[in-house]
């Protein structure tokens, strides 16, 4: 390769030869210079999050966030955070957490690991099971997340369908991946698979099963107890729903002291900051909070349910903090659109299964109301239309 450079203008000119196999170029349409990334990577088009409105005057039921504030005990520790714990890098492995968090789960420290959200824990368990001869497995429709992940991993992805129940599909096992995932209450569902039926494919399957378990502060029971007695079960946890802290971005894991250390081998030196890990033992702790928070939103997410099927929608029941709401009297597009332009945002998918669906966040009981009263008359109109 020659280099040759010349420094006679204000812009640096760098002109490379060599037989590299890249030609880059500048997308019109995005900006992005192509053919510098790997194919997979071009290719895939990114994650979409759920809509975040800037307005504060809007009532947002899309992204599953809790309708309650945090745990006080944990805004106390927050409101006395030390400048000097700003100045250090935090505890790598986040001690204090993992002890605050095994001592709930009547488990021990090493079965735990900190991780930035739910969400990185995924990009662990892909980057530490998954490559072009380690497919992963998964049932759909579910957290669309996990595609995303299979192609920057580039990994075979094998998507095995729910039926209409969303039961677990048996096909799960002859797919022989390296991984397995079960969101679990799934998203965006809200369907629950029995702790007997998880431990049943634990027991079966050649490799990890990862039970995403985000969701599950909203179930009646919860599979964390599988680490026990398989040494192949990884449990994600969120401190995003039924704690409230969404905007902290704090999750775990917990798993067999084995997969533990071999986690850690992949996660980033200090994947979670020490404001985060002060936050989230304080909000783990207060489980009376929790749980009356929780008790909240279970007790809410039943009226609403009710409600919606007042008006016709067909809701499956939900072991989670939205609801699955799908109505055959006007399509699900259109009902989105004219609840946006009434400030309310709720979550539509354009995906198979879920074209006609919306799935809706439980909110404060003021909250629901006004979205239920906004769905009446939009139904209204457009059946007099």
Same mark, same amino acid.
Request: proline letters at 6%; charged letters at 25%; one cysteine or more.
């Given at each position: 390769?020659? !280099?040759?450079? *010349?420094?006679? *203008?204000? =812009?640096?000119?760098?002109?490379? %030869?060599?037989?590299?196999?890249?030609?880059?170029?500048?997308?019109?349409?995005?900006?992005?210079?192509?053919?510098?990334?790997?194919?997979?990577?071009?290719?895939?088009?990114?994650?979409?999050?759920?809509?975040?409105?800037?307005?504060?005057?809007?009532?947002?039921?899309?992204?599953?966030?809790?309708?309650?504030?945090?745990?006080?005990?944990?805004?106390?520790?927050?409101?006395? !955070?030390?400048?000097?714990?700003?100045?250090?890098?935090?505890?790598?492995?986040?001690?204090?957490?993992?002890?605050?968090?095994?001592?709930?789960?009547?488990?021990?420290?090493?079965?735990?690991?900190?991780?930035?959200?739910?969400?990185?824990?995924?990009?662990?368990?892909?980057?530490?099971?998954?490559?072009?001869?380690?497919?992963?497995?998964?049932?759909?429709?579910?957290?669309?997340?996990?595609?995303?992940?299979? =192609?920057?991993?580039?990994?075979?992805?094998?998507?095995?369908?729910?039926?209409?129940?969303?039961?677990?599909?048996?096909?799960?096992?002859?797919?022989? /991946?390296?991984?397995?995932?079960?969101?679990?209450?799934?998203?965006?569902?809200?369907?629950?698979?029995?702790?007997?039926?998880?431990?049943?494919?634990?027991?079966?399957?050649?490799?990890?099963?990862?039970?995403?378990?985000?969701?599950?502060?909203? /179930?009646?029971?919860?599979?964390?107890?599988?680490?026990?007695?398989?040494?192949?079960?990884?449990?994600?946890?969120?401190?995003? =729903?039924?704690?409230?802290? /969404?905007?902290?971005?704090?999750?775990?894991?917990?798993?067999?002291?084995?997969?533990?250390?071999?986690?850690?081998?992949?996660?980033?030196?200090?994947? %979670?900051?020490?404001?985060?890990?002060?936050?989230?033992?304080?909000?783990?702790?207060?489980?009376?909070?929790?749980?009356?928070?929780?008790?909240?939103?279970?007790?809410?997410?039943?009226?609403?349910? /009710?409600?919606?099927?007042?008006?016709?929608?067909?809701?499956?029941?939900?072991?989670?903090?939205? %609801?699955?709401?799908?109505?055959?009297?006007?399509?699900?597009?259109?009902?989105?659109?004219?609840?946006?332009?009434?400030?309310?945002?709720?979550?539509?998918?354009?995906?198979?299964?879920?074209?006609?669906?919306?799935?809706?966040?439980?909110?404060?009981?003021?909250?629901?109301?006004?979205?239920?009263?906004?769905?009446?008359?939009?139904?209204?109109?457009?059946?007099?239309?």
């Amino acid at each position: 390769m020659n !280099i040759k450079y *010349n420094a006679g *203008n204000t =812009k640096t000119s760098l002109s490379l %030869v060599s037989n590299f196999p890249y030609n880059p170029k500048l997308d019109e349409y995005t900006g992005v210079v192509m053919g510098y990334f790997r194919e997979n990577i071009e290719k895939i088009k990114g994650y979409e999050p759920g809509f975040q409105p800037k307005s504060v005057d809007i009532i947002k039921l899309n992204t599953n966030e809790n309708p309650y504030l945090p745990s006080p005990r944990a805004m106390e520790v927050l409101s006395k !955070i030390n400048v000097e714990q700003l100045r250090r890098y935090p505890d790598p492995v986040g001690t204090a957490f993992r002890e605050a968090a095994a001592e709930i789960h009547g488990l021990r420290p090493e079965n735990i690991m900190c991780c930035n959200g739910g969400d990185d824990l995924l990009t662990i368990a892909f980057r530490a099971f998954c490559d072009e001869k380690r497919p992963v497995a998964y049932p759909v429709p579910t957290y669309s997340l996990y595609p995303v992940l299979a =192609k920057l991993q580039n990994c075979k992805a094998m998507e095995v369908p729910f039926d209409h129940e969303f039961n677990l599909p048996v096909e799960l096992i002859k797919a022989n /991946a390296a991984l397995t995932i079960v969101c679990n209450p799934n998203a965006p569902s809200g369907s629950f698979v029995s702790v007997g039926e998880m431990a049943s494919l634990a027991d079966e399957l050649p490799g990890v099963l990862l039970i995403d378990e985000a969701y599950t502060d909203f /179930a009646d029971e919860n599979c964390a107890g599988l680490v026990k007695d398989f040494d192949n079960v990884i449990i994600l946890r969120s401190m995003s =729903k039924g704690y409230g802290l /969404a905007g902290l971005r704090f999750g775990y894991a917990i798993a067999p002291a084995g997969l533990i250390s071999g986690l850690m081998k992949v996660k980033d030196s200090y994947n %979670v900051d020490a404001v985060a890990i002060a936050v989230a033992t304080a909000a783990i702790k207060d489980q009376e909070y929790f749980t009356q928070t929780t008790e909240k939103v279970k007790k809410a997410r039943e009226l609403l349910t /009710a409600q919606l099927r007042a008006l016709k929608f067909e809701v499956p029941r939900s072991y989670s903090n939205f %609801v699955l709401a799908e109505t055959k009297h006007c399509k699900a597009r259109v009902i989105y659109d004219k609840l946006v332009k009434r400030n309310i945002y709720v979550r539509y998918f354009d995906l198979p299964g879920l074209e006609n669906k919306l799935r809706i966040t439980v909110g404060t009981q003021q909250q629901n109301d006004k979205v239920i009263l906004a769905l009446k008359k939009i139904l209204e109109t457009a059946g007099s239309a």
